[in-house]
């Protein structure tokens, strides 16, 4: 089994900034993909960032320039900076993972979400 799971949540002011680690654990063969998503209270689920294998990026337009996703090479770890933070980015974050695991299935695999909110 593939198992992710995010911490780094809480309670910030507008303008702060936060970082959310999530790590991969289990019997990975192979990590394609790594995202985050958010999903505010009466909205869908939607893009924050992804990254791939081999180092490219996504951002959702809402989050350009505010929010970097990284992960150390080879690592099962990858962490989503989040600077100047808005009221707007309150939401539940969740981590995703792709890839294939030691009997080369296909896995696809979320956490359990961290919750941000931003308010004064």
């Known amino acids: 089994q593939v198992h992710v799971e995010e911490s780094g949540g809480g309670l910030v002011q507008p303008g702060e900034s936060l970082s959310l680690p999530c790590e991969v654990s289990?019997?990975?063969?192979?990590?394609?993909?790594l995202g985050w998503y958010r999903q505010a209270p009466g909205k869908q689920r939607e893009l924050v960032a992804v990254?791939?294998?081999?180092?490219?990026?996504n951002y959702g337009d809402s989050v350009k320039g505010r929010f970097t996703i990284s992960r150390l090479n080879a690592q099962k770890v990858v962490y989503l900076q989040m600077n100047s933070l808005k009221p707007e980015d309150t939401a539940v974050y969740y981590c995703?993972?792709?890839?294939?695991?030691?009997?080369?299935?296909?896995?696809?695999?979320w956490g359990q979400g961290t919750q941000v909110t931003v308010s004064s």
């Open positions: 995703n993972a792709v890839g294939y695991d030691i009997n080369r299935r296909p896995y696809d695999v």
């Open positions: 289990g019997n990975i063969f192979s990590i394609n993909g």
């Open positions: 990254t791939n294998s081999g180092g490219a990026t």
